[in-house]
């Protein structure tokens, strides 16, 4: 039986009934990854470490250079860390393409469509973070896409969420990481992907 919904201390009434309004709704899955048949709300679901799903985004340019972006310093984890290009969670009911074609849009101001997106992998991720108080428990959908110029040129980081965007090659990715692992989220999968690509 699912547990009771947590929500923000303080909030009753019409103040309550907006925030829970407001607030995305998430599927929650087992630890095995099958459905749960319920959702919850973000700030619950990583409360209590409530496996759900998200998407990453690894976008190229033409050249081959691989883009990561510089996550806000005011982003609750991981703040002022390079991640992937762009992430983010499955809305309840929603699709893993669905959700990457508006994280594309939302996070770098790129618009593109369901077919111009390339499945990778699917993965899990489990962390702690924030003095234990921030748990998040994973599956998610790995994507590639590649960028235009005109696109890869005007790029609009999205407020609150990503502070800049950085490109390189996928050696200087490489090296970077063996040197300063701390600068980076870490995605273990991904950057074992990216390391493959190199070889090719």
């Known amino acids: 039986m699912p547990a ?8 009753t009434g019409h103040l309550l009934f907006i925030f829970l309004l ?11 990854g099958s459905p749960a048949g ?15 799903r998200t998407v990453h985004i690894w976008a190229f340019d033409r050249a081959g250079l ?5 996550r806000s310093h005011l982003k609750e984890n991981n703040p002022n860390l390079l ?3 762009c992430a983010g969670h499955i809305s309840a009911g929603d699709t893993s393409r669905n959700a990457a074609v508006r994280e594309l849009k ?30 998040d428990n994973e599956y998610y959908d790995t994507y590639k896409i590649t960028l235009t110029d005109e696109e890869a040129r005007h790029l609009v980081p ?31 999968k991904d950057y074992q992907w990216l390391e493959s690509i190199s070889r090719l």
């Open 66 to 70: 691989v883009l990561f972006q510089l």
């Open 83 to 85: 991640d992937t290009s």
């Open 158 to 188: 999205q407020p609150g969420e990503v502070d800049d965007f950085v490109w390189m090659t996928v050696p200087e990715f490489l090296e970077l990481n063996r040197k300063r692992p701390e600068r980076f989220v870490s995605h273990p």
């Open 106 to 135: 939302e996070e770098l101001g790129v618009h593109k469509k369901l077919g111009d997106l390339e499945y990778l992998f699917e993965a899990t991720h489990e962390s702690v973070l924030n003095d234990g108080t921030y748990f």
């Open 4 to 11: 009771p919904f947590i929500v923000m201390p303080g909030l």
């Open 22 to 32: 407001m607030e995305e709704q998430i599927d929650i899955l087992n630890p095995d």
């Open 38 to 52: 319920y959702f919850r709300g973000r700030t619950e679901v990583h409360a209590k470490g409530l496996w759900h």
